[in-house]
Antibody, heavy 122, light 110 residues
Framework: EVQLVESGGGLVQPGSSLRLSCAAS????????MHWVRQVPGKGLEWVSS????????GYADSVKGRFTISRDNAKNSLYLQLNNVTAEDTALYYC???????????????WGLGTLVTVSS | EIVLTQSPGTLSLSPGERATLSCRAS???????LAWYQQRPGQAPRLLMY???SRATGIPDRFRGSGSGTDFTLTISRLEPEDFAMYYC???????????FGQGTKLEMK
């Protein structure tokens, strides 16, 4: 059974940093691209970032480019998202999702975790 | 950048009825990169359809995706109580490479 468990969220001040983690199990982690998607409570879904299987290709939404960094450790079956210089607009539930295909581009999100909540407030 | 517009915003139907949800793209898109997700309250989204018309693993055949160009449709033939949820369409565009979601359609029980 595919399982994705996010962690690392919390209450942080504007301008600060935090790192989100996603522990994956139930599938061969390094065979699939991975994604981060966020959702402001009560609002819609927003793609944040994606990473290829071998970390050689990544993509970011314009809203986070230059501030967030996606990475993965295939030996640990883990996905990460480093959030720097956060603002109130980054407040959201952050989901980790597994890619359906072989590449991060055009690879729909076939399994999702339950999310970790990031709240940015002073 | 492609914008996806879903309609209606809210759809009120009864169990057993047929639901038709629309997703319109601001310009023609490849159906290979059009997906639909269901999100029940308090749950993570679930992939329903990919490639516009392929059902994801475990999705019952009462769900059907169709369309091409700028107009795509998700049809639920006979609504079950568990189908009342939010539905989002999603597209992957290559220039620049990014994923875009529609704003969602809420399917509520009448």
């Amino acid at each position: 059974e595919v399982q994705l468990v996010e962690s690392g969220g919390g209450l942080v001040q504007p301008g600060s940093s935090l790192r989100l983690s996603c522990a994956a199990s139930g599938f061969t982690f390094d065979d699939y691209p991975m994604h981060w998607v966020r959702q402001v409570p009560g609002k819609g879904l927003e793609w944040v970032s994606s990473i290829s299987r071998r970390t050689d290709s990544v993509g970011y939404a314009d809203s986070v480019k230059g501030r967030f960094t996606i990475s993965r450790d295939n030996a640990k079956n883990s996905l990460y998202l480093q959030l720097n210089n956060v603002t109130a607009e980054d407040t959201a539930l952050y989901y980790c999702a597994k890619g359906l295909g072989n590449y991060w581009y055009g690879s729909d999100f076939d399994y999702w975790g339950l999310g970790t909540l990031v709240t940015v407030s002073s | 950048e492609i914008v996806l517009t879903q309609s209606p915003g809210t759809l009120s139907l009864s169990p057993g009825e047929r639901a038709t949800l629309s997703c319109r793209a601001s310009q023609s898109v490849s159906r290979s990169y059009l997906a639909w997700y269901q999100q029940r309250p308090g749950q993570a989204p679930r992939l329903l359809m990919y490639g516009a018309s392929s059902r994801a693993t475990g999705i019952p055949d009462r769900f059907r995706g169709s369309g091409s160009g700028t107009d795509f449709t998700l049809t639920i033939s006979r609504l079950e109580p568990e189908d009342f949820a939010m539905y989002y369409c999603q597209h992957f565009g290559s220039s620049p490479p990014m994923y875009t979601f529609g704003q969602g359609t809420k399917l509520e029980m009448k």
